[in-house]
């Protein structure tokens, strides 16, 4: 089975902090996501990666930059945390997304104070 | 810019009744995939369409793809209260680089 894997199910940080969330996939996955979910708005994508040292911008970047050194690992970065940022962060991974399914992580709950 | 569309935003339904919940897309994408989320969680994945007349059972939730329609359903039979969730259609197309593209979820509320 494929498994996502992010760093923390739950985080509280203080406005102002940096903040890296962590995601791991152990199925060799080329492109990984990240996405942010809040209600009423879906699944908002923030950034992409297709390949190693590979990043796309998604529809809300700001505020976010992304690192994936390894195949395996994408990380997501806040440079400096704000209360707007509070929410519901997913991790997937996948093959070409015209080729197979998105497998996502547990989801991360991110509350900025 | 692809669109994915899903109709109705929220249902409640009673217990044993049946319900179709619609997911219109703009692409000519012939691969489609039905999430589960439940409350609190992550997005689970339920169905994977692989091409036109493409229809997948489990339990009580049937999927089939119209790709000619762009049109995808996801029908629930004889509803119990454990399907309540949010149930994500999502397409992806080569012509629109490495991304899925997600409606905006249907939040499914089953009613004893």
Known sequence: DVKVTQSSRYLVKRTGEKVFLECVQDMDHENMFWYRQDPGLGLRLIYFSYDVKMKEKGDIPEGYSVSREKKERFSLILESASTNQTSMYLCASSLHPSQSQAFFGQGTRLTVV | ELKVEQNP????MQEGK???????YST????????RQDPGKSLESLFVLLSNGAVKQEGRLMASLDTKARLSTLHI???????????FCAVADWNHG??????TGTSLTVIP
Do not use: E, K, M, P
């Open chain 2, 9 to 12: 935003l929220f249902l409640s």
């Open chain 2, 18 to 24: 049946n319900y179709t919940i619609y997911c219109n």
């Open chain 2, 28 to 35: 000519t994408s012939d691969r489609l995939y039905w999430y």
């Open chain 2, 77 to 87: 039979t004889a509803a119990v209260h454990d399907l309540s969730a949010t149930y």
């Open chain 2, 98 to 103: 490495n991304q899925f593209y997600f409606g």
